[in-house]
Every structure is written in structure tokens, then in C-alpha cells.
């Protein structure tokens, strides 16, 4: 039993202190101001949308203005938008940074930055990380997950074979005290989280926590559901003893069986399962996908530990074929409850190997596969009778094989829901990204800031200038115009005025750009009755994609 204690801690230590921080969950989908894009004026507000339902992180959203300043005002939520409200005085303008801090739907804690323009994009403020989660609290959260999914493992497997299995001759105390390590270890991991769940919201290390940030983790969606899991975890333990006993009572077992099915639905509930597009179909899946991993890898367990070293062969005979029978039930489930999960988490077939979900799905299905087929023997071995003619030694060592290598199933799948499903990556990748170009041009008498969003072929594109003087102050322009001309071929110039903004000191346009390649861009400003400039610059068109 210590060489399998110790072999479980190497796998689990293997596969949790590598573990990098967890990808962002709640992908940012649009912004209003858009990210990159240049206003005439200071909004009011900035809205930014994510791909789930979010939650703010108190004092870790601000918006900085272009001379460093913070003129962040309210902060709030609405389902997937996250509203700031900005400071009416200090707007002055060029690029603002906005940083953020939320929590998504699934309580992975997201952050982010993107920025905009006021009038003209200027020198960026410094920015911070802002997600910033904190070494110890990276390592603490898959570890916590691991020792969850351990603890369920070691309650359920073993309790399944005590209370419908076990000789009645053969001691008891092993596997009740397993149980019992098991409700303490997922109790340990259920306060742990909710320990580590303020820190990875706050940025702070994993001993950085106030009274203050308990109690909010203990009043959002993710602190109540895992209160209740620490409910359904001393309902089991005060239900259970009899149960392990061998004393069986129809209404007990019923209850149990309720309670732990609401105990194992807290899980699927604070990850993944409750945003994705089939949330009760994904929440039942990832239930019956955890119980059959339970009663798979915690019989394993029993099995090695126990039933095999101490069990006389002619009861092992009796014992094992049921016990297979079992395996193979949860195998099915376990397969199918998993498929159901990849189908909707992964969203494509093209981000098994182009997403680090589906990386992980494919390590966690290829080792799940060389388990199966260990297992396969091992239930050939079981059915042919042989542990009666040949003992239980060579059983052993493929159960042994079976715990090992599901183990690192276990591990695997604490890591995977720690990462952005391939469906939220995809969506987010197959958004159309068109880009703008932004630059400041000089002249004796003038300055010139422009912007022109987009940059395709066709007629749609804005162009957005802003003249000041030399010294930086804003100087009106009566009269603009733009030129464009491609180069390095025989298409004639074409110029269009822009339309003066007066009394301010933009002006706006469109510029037509009929094929693609790198344009002469020319602007010629004129400030008063006899003073004018010209200035000039390149835009480069690119070809439009294939298909698109």
C-alpha cells in the first residue's frame, strides 16, 4: 500500500507543479469604443462584451488617460458586459488604455487590456499585467482540482464494494479508513478552493487574503455551490458509516445516491459546463463522466490494495467477474459522457491540434485508450478463470498498470478544466479582424494625426484627420484634401476633399482603394486664406484572402 501511495503522489506531483496558469475563459468579443479604433470624442462609457456571463473584480478595472492619469469612474456588469464609466474632467486627447479584471461564468479568473483613441492616437500609458496571477496560486488551483477528483475517487469505489461486495470474512478497516481519507480529502480541496478563489481574483499571493475577500467568495455563485458541496460531503459522511458496515437500507442507499449526485453536479456547476451552449446536457454528462470514473479508478484502487493481496482465489474467482462486468459499465459511460463533452467543449474538429483543449483531449484519449487495453486483458484474464489456476499475481500488475495510467487520466482532466474550451478559442479566432492604420505626419506648418479604418480594397474606408500646431495646440483647417495614388502602376491619382469638422480641428473622409498594394497617400491642408501644406505618407492594401 506505501509503494502505491507513493507512486500516486510522483504521478499527481508530475502532472499538477508543471501546470501552467489557466487560459482566459471569458473571451472578449467587441468594445464599444472598438479596441484600436479612434473616437471624435471622450465616451461616457466604454462596454466590453465577453463570450459568458462575467463579474467584476473590485479596484482591478481602470482606464488610464494619454498623460497617465486615472479616470475610471463606476464599474459594473450586466450578464456578458462589463460598463465603465469614465470621469467627465481630465479627457483630454490621443490613446487610452483600459485594464480589466473579472470573473467569468465558469470562476476563472480573466484579464485583459485593450485600447483606443481620442481624436488621434498618441504614446500609450503603462500598462500593468493584468491578470497577474500569482506563482503560488497558479500551482494552488490545479493541485486543489486534483486532490478533488482524488477524494471523489476514494469515496465512492471503495463504498460501492463494501456495501455489494465484499467476503464477509475479509476485514473491513482498510478500505472504510480509504473512504474516510477520501471526505477528508475533498473536503480539504473544497476549502481549499474557495480559499484560493480570492487571491486568483485579487492577483494576490495565495497567503494575500482579507476577511473581506472570504466573504465575497463566499457570497458568489462559485463560494455558495461549494458550500453546498461541503453540505452533501457531511450529509455522506453522517449516512455512510452503516453503509460500509455492509447494513444495507433501501431509503439510505436512495439518499446517498441523491446526495451524491448533487454533490458531483458542483463540479460541472463552478467550471465549463454551466456557459457552454448545452449547459443542463453538459452538466448531466460531466456528472455521470466523474461517477464512472469514480467507481472505475476507486475499485482499481480497492482491488490492488486490498481485495488482491488478501482475498483467498476462490473468493477472488466469485468476486472479480462481477467486479468486471462493473468496470466495463462505467467504461461505456465514462466513453460516452466524454464524447458528449468533446463534441460541444472542442466546437471543431480543427481545434483538436490547433487549441491547447484539444491537446489535452487528445493526450487524455490516447492514454484513456492504452488503459482500455490493459483493462481488455485484465477482463480476459478475469473471465477465463485464471486468478483461481493461477493466483492473483499477474492481476496485480495490470491492475497496478490500470491505476497508474488512470491516474494520469485524472490528472490530465484537472488541467483541462483549467483551460479555454476549443469552442471559445475557435469563435474567437474566426472573428474577422480588420485593421486600421494610424501615424502622425509634420510639416513647417502644421501637424497631422490620421487614422483610416479599415484598410481593404473597395470604397469603405474612413479616413480621420486632426491638424494642431507645432506646439501641440489645435489649429482649425479650412479646407482638406486627400490624394491617393498606387504605386508602381498605371492607375490615375485619385483625390476627394474632407469634410471640415468646424470649429474643431478634424476632419473626415473616404478613401477608395481599387486594387491592393502600397498607396501614395497625400493630404494637402489648407489654414487660412494663403497658408497651406502638403504632407505625405504609404499605405499598404493587402490582397483579400481566398474564399473570403
Known amino acids: 500500500m506505501f509503494r502505491l501511495a507513493t507512486l500516486l503522489t510522483i504521478v499527481f506531483a508530475a502532472l499538477v507543479l508543471p501546470a501552467a496558469p489557466a487560459s482566459a475563459h471569458a473571451a472578449l468579443l467587441s468594445a464599444v469604443p472598438e479596441p484600436g479604433g479612434v473616437v471624435r470624442s471622450a465616451p461616457d462609457e466604454i462596454v466590453v462584451r465577453f463570450s459568458e456571463t462575467i463579474a467584476v473584480v473590485p479596484g482591478r478595472t481602470q482606464v488610464l488617460a494619454p498623460d497617465g492619469k486615472r479616470v475610471t469612474g463606476t464599474v459594473t456588469t450586466e450578464g456578458p458586459l462589463l460598463r465603465i464609466q469614465l470621469r467627465k474632467a481630465d479627457q483630454p486627447l490621443g490613446t487610452y488604455l483600459v485594464s480589466y479584471r473579472i470573473v467569468s461564468a465558469d470562476s476563472h479568473p480573466v484579464g485583459g487590456a485593450m485600447i483606443f483613441s481620442v481624436g488621434a ?8 499585467d493584468p491578470l497577474g496571477v500569482h506563482p503560488s496560486v497558479a500551482a494552488a488551483t490545479p493541485t486543489l482540482r486534483t486532490l478533488g477528483y482524488a477524494g471523489l475517487t476514494l469515496i465512492i469505489g471503495p463504498a460501492l464494494l463494501l456495501s455489494l461486495l465484499w467476503p464477509r470474512r475479509l476485514s473491513r478497516r482498510g478500505p472504510v479508513l480509504l473512504t474516510r481519507a ?16 480570492a487571491p486568483a481574483a485579487s492577483g494576490a499571493p495565495l497567503w494575500d487574503v482579507s476577511v473581506m475577500e472570504l466573504a465575497d467568495v463566499l457570497g458568489s455563485p462559485f463560494g455558495l455551490t461549494l458550500l453546498a458541496r461541503l453540505a452533501v460531503l457531511v450529509a455522506v459522511a453522517a449516512l455512510l458509516p452503516p453503509v460500509l458496515r455492509g447494513q444495507q437500507r433501501r431509503w439510505r442507499s436512495l439518499v446517498l445516491i441523491g446526495l451524491g449526485l448533487g454533490g458531483l453536479a458542483t463540479w460541472p456547476l463552478t467550471g465549463h459546463a454551466g456557459e457552454s451552449p448545452l449547459p443542463a446536457v453538459i452538466v448531466g454528462a460531466d456528472v455521470v463522466h466523474m461517477a464512472a470514473m469514480a467507481v472505475w479508478l476507486g475499485g482499481l484502487v480497492t482491488l490492488s490494495v486490498f481485495l488482491l493481496r488478501r482475498a483467498h482465489p ?41 487549441t491547447a483543449y484539444g491537446k489535452l483531449l487528445l493526450a487524455k484519449i490516447v492514454v484513456l485508450a492504452a488503459v482500455l ?102 489649429l482649425a483647417a479650412q479646407e482638406w484634401t486627400v490624394t491617393t495614388r498606387l504605386r508602381d502602376q498605371d492607375v490615375e491619382a485619385y483625390s476627394a476633399p474632407m469634410l471640415p469638422l468646424a470649429p474643431r480641428n478634424d476632419a473626415m473622409g473616404t478613401l477608395t482603394f481599387p486594387l491592393p498594394g502600397t498607396y501614395e497617400v497625400t493630404f494637402t491642408v489648407r489654414t487660412t486664406e494663403i497658408d497651406q501644406a502638403t504632407v505625405k505618407t504609404t499605405i499598404t492594401v493587402p490582397q483579400v484572402p481566398p474564399g473570403s
Open 121 to 128: 492616437p498618441s504614446a500609450r500609458p503603462a500598462e500593468s
Open 182 to 197: 477520501g471526505l477528508a480529502l475533498t473536503a480539504v480541496a473544497t476549502l481549499g478552493a474557495l480559499w484560493v478563489q
Open 314 to 354: 476462490r473468493v477472488l474467482g466469485r468476486i472479480l467477474p462481477v467486479w468486471s462486468r462493473w468496470a466495463a459499465l462505467s467504461v461505456v459511460w465514462l466513453v460516452g459522457a466524454g464524447a458528449v463533452q468533446a463534441v460541444v467543449q472542442v466546437g471543431s474538429v480543427g481545434a483538436l491540434w490547433t
Open 373 to 474: 487495453g490493459v483493462a481488455a486483458l485484465a477482463r480476459r484474464f478475469v473471465l477465463g478463470s485464471r486468478v483461481v489456476t493461477h493466483g492473483p499475481a499477474a492481476l496485480r500488475r495490470s491492475v497496478g498498470i490500470e491505476v497508474a495510467a488512470t491516474v494520469v487520466v485524472l490528472g490530465l482532466s484537472s488541467v483541462l478544466v483549467q483551460t479555454t474550451p476549443g469552442r471559445n478559442v475557435t469563435d474567437e479566432k474566426n472573428r474577422p479582424v480588420t485593421k486600421g492604420v494610424s501615424q502622425t505626419l509634420t510639416s513647417d506648418l502644421f501637424t497631422l494625426q490620421y487614422s483610416v479604418y479599415p484598410v481593404e480594397i473597395g470604397e469603405n474606408n474612413t479616413v480621420h484627420g486632426f491638424t494642431y500646431t507645432p506646439e501641440g495646440s489645435p
